[in-house]
């Protein structure tokens, strides 16, 4: 695989888990808009960054609501 396909591919796979952290962020309440709008704003203005950190940290601290629960 040349240089430049691994690049295209890690930016491809990068902009995916930004797309499902921003998804994971809008269901879950975090306590508070604020909180919901700084992970957000970590989420997509750090490149890279936000997304991992998010993933590590914020990723289990929300709490979804019981809407989008299963179906019993």
């Not at 997509?44 to 991992?52: E, I, S």
Request: proline residues 3%; positive net charge.
């Amino acid at each position: 695989m040349s240089t430049g396909m691994i690049i295209v591919v890690t930016g491809v796979a990068f902009f995916l888990l930004t797309c499902v952290a921003l998804l994971d962020i809008a269901r879950k309440d975090f306590g508070g808009i604020q909180f919901k709008a700084l992970w957000a704003f970590v989420v997509a203005l750090v490149p890279f960054v936000g997304v991992v950190v998010y993933f590590l940290f914020g990723f289990r601290r929300g709490k979804r609501s019981a809407a989008d629960g299963p179906d019993d």
